[in-house]
């Protein structure tokens, strides 16, 4: 059930609501009632954010664009030193002379062309094993370069905002189920790779390893959208590779655990977060047990982890305590 | 500080009812507003996409295609975009189509007159390295790829029909284009400007074809001191575009019309 209603999370609907008194575990109710009992709250959080900007850890913002630089980097230097490591572009690549196809690229093509060729079919499912191993929407904050691009254009984004020059303008998230129905119904129907016309992660890819053209035009009209009206515009509201990986994600072993007993409830994580309704859960009484995975939306990407002042984000690996 | 529960205790005095109702409304105000937004962004996405059918139906760009491609409807389709035939040719003959291509960006040509496919790689290294099929895994020979047809179509300024020889380089020494010439390197191409010609009679679209009988020049008169010629293709001719690169006349007197086929003549 929880994980339906994550899924439909993911999907536009609303997160789930502050559960009903009986249905709390003793455990996670007992600590809510400790909580309230405690006195000082406000100083505490104030102490523990202080001690936490003292000695402020981006620890795995900075892995994360390590990777994200190395693996297109390797993309490129394989053309261009030619040392052939990773032959090809994030839509379709011979990693070692192994076939991998990004899964909505190979979607999108498999749908238009009605023809499925094995060495596709190879590829998609390697894709698949990899990026269901290492957390669905993890290919998204560790490998995409229009993430890395448009992590940038969120702190412009938000100085603007905090100079009060900008305002952030959602939209609904509901727009990407959409429009990932649209450009599936539009591959089928017109047999053409409707969605390829339009992919910053195939255009950027691509400019990147065999040079920029007209098409970074697109992309830099995306980044000005997210800088100057809606915070993170395209990964949080439209991409539908976000939402291809976000399924594979769904029983991914890899993920984010929250563990209430010593959250302040502070909110901090939400704030840094691209995909907050995932971290609904880390408000006062909205998670029913002391440990619960983040929806299957959640990038992975340690933001939360690194701001939260009480260590109680951590990444985990679904199962590998009862295997050790 | 966002602790649940979120909707404030009423403040003292203020009349119980207004309040929420006035909340309520003013979020509904906002939710719609990004409905509309969500629907206007939704819009132009979609519309941005589907952009792309213009330069496809309109036949903007009639692109030569790599060796193996299938019909140009299918290459679209089946083409993931990706450029691994671009990084397998040795002569780099294989370019990436932008944004005003439409459906076409991301999607591998040859311009031959700048860089033609030679065949260098001794196969059709591109139709190996092509993950979906685009080019069809059907042909594994040289003689087999059919990428269009050797035309002339400026028979007027060609100068074996003019009896004109060449003394030099075949594009001027500016010029980058690659080209295996086996007598000199059997395995590596070099630069077409670094070999220069001379000849009383220009036959290089002949010359330098890499498809034996594809291509030939002929007399145009039995008598001796009447040296014109002029190229005649064969139906062997794959549509390398190696005769458009290398003829010396600007525009060429020859060159390849992308997908036309022997039987269509």
Redesign the interface.
């Known amino acids: 059930m929880t994980m339906l209603r994550s899924i439909a999370t993911m999907l536009g609907a609303g997160p789930a609501p502050?559960p009903e008194p009986d249905e709390y575990a003793p455990e996670a109710a007992a600590m809510y009632e400790v909580k309230s009992s405690l006195e000082g709250k406000k100083e505490r959080v104030a102490k523990l954010k202080a001690e936490r900007d003292e000695k402020r850890s981006h620890k795995w913002r900075n892995w994360r664009w390590f990777s994200i630089v190395v693996v297109n980097l390797l993309f490129v230097a394989?053309?261009q030193l030619d040392i052939q490591l990773v032959?090809?572009?994030l839509?379709?690549?011979?990693v070692v002379g192994f076939?991998f196809?990004?899964l909505n690229?190979?979607l999108q093509?498999m749908l238009?062309?009605?023809?499925i060729?094995i060495?596709?079919v190879i590829?998609t499912v390697t894709v698949f094993l990899l990026w269901w191993t290492l957390g669905g929407r993890t290919f998204c904050s560790w490998v995409c370069p229009y993430h890395l691009l448009a992590e940038f254009a969120e702190t412009l984004h938000l100085r603007l905002a905090k100079a009060k020059l900008v305002t952030d303008?959602?939209?609904?998230r509901?727009?990407r189920t959409?429009?990932y129905v649209?450009?599936v119904v539009?591959a089928l129907v017109?047999?053409?790779?409707?969605?390829?016309?339009?992919s910053p992660v195939?255009?950027l890819s691509?400019a990147l390893?065999?040079g920029p053209?007209?098409?970074m035009?697109?992309v830099g009209g995306l980044l000005l959208i997210e800088v100057f009206i809606?915070r993170r515009?395209w990964c949080r509201?439209?991409c539908p590779i976000g939402l291809t990986y976000g399924i594979v994600g769904v029983t991914s072993p890899v993920h984010v655990k929250y563990n209430i007993e010593n959250c302040l409830?502070?909110?901090d994580c939400?704030k840094v977060c691209m995909v907050p309704h995932v971290l609904e859960v880390t408000?006062?009484?909205?998670s029913k047990t002391v440990d619960v995975g983040l929806g299957p939306d959640c990038t992975r990407c340690g933001l939360c982890i690194d701001v939260c002042p009480t260590e109680s984000l951590k990444y985990e690996v679904r199962g590998l305590n009862k295997l050790l | 500080m966002t602790d649940a529960p979120h909707t404030p205790p009423p403040a003292p005095g203020a009349k119980a009812t207004a309040k929420p109702g006035r909340a309520a409304s003013k979020r509904s105000r906002r939710e719609r507003r990004a409905i509309l937004r969500s629907m206007a962004a939704g819009t132009i996405v979609i519309g941005a996409a589907l952009l792309g059918f213009f330069p496809v139906v309109k036949d903007w760009f009639r692109r030569l295609r790599p060796p193996g491609a299938i019909a140009e409807r299918d290459f679209l389709a089946a083409c993931i975009k990706c450029g691994q035939c671009v990084q397998v040719c040795p002569v780099q003959a294989i370019k990436l189509g932008d944004l005003d291509e439409g459906f076409g960006v991301g999607v591998p040509y040859v311009a031959a007159r700048d860089q033609a496919c030679d065949f260098s790689c001794d196969a059709v290294q591109c139709v190996l390295a092509c993950p979906t099929g685009a080019l069809t895994h059907e042909i594994s020979l040289k003689e087999e790829v059919r990428m269009g047809l050797a035309v002339l179509t400026r028979p007027n300024k060609c100068l074996a029909r003019l009896g004109k020889g060449i003394k030099g380089t075949a594009r001027g020494t500016g010029f980058d284009g690659l080209l295996r010439y086996t007598e000199i390197d059997r395995w590596k191409p070099i630069p077409v400007r670094d070999h220069p010609y001379d000849l009383d009679l220009c036959d290089l679209c002949a010359r330098q074809c890499p498809i034996e009988g594809a291509i030939t020049v002929e007399r145009l008169n039995v008598d001796l001191s009447d040296l014109r010629g002029s190229p005649v293709v064969f139906d062997k001719c794959t549509g390398c575009g190696v005769c458009e690169m290398i003829c010396p006349v600007d525009p060429p007197a020859i060159e390849v019309v992308e997908r036309l086929r022997w039987e269509d003549v």
């Open positions: 502050r394989s053309f032959e090809g572009a839509t379709a690549s011979r076939h196809a990004d690229s190979s093509v238009a062309y009605k023809v060729l060495n596709l590829g303008l959602p939209l609904h509901g727009t959409v429009l649209v450009f539009l017109t047999g053409y790779t409707v969605f390829e016309a339009v195939g255009i691509r390893i065999y053209g007209l098409a035009i697109w809606t515009a509201y439209i409830h502070e909110g939400r408000k006062k009484g909205y």
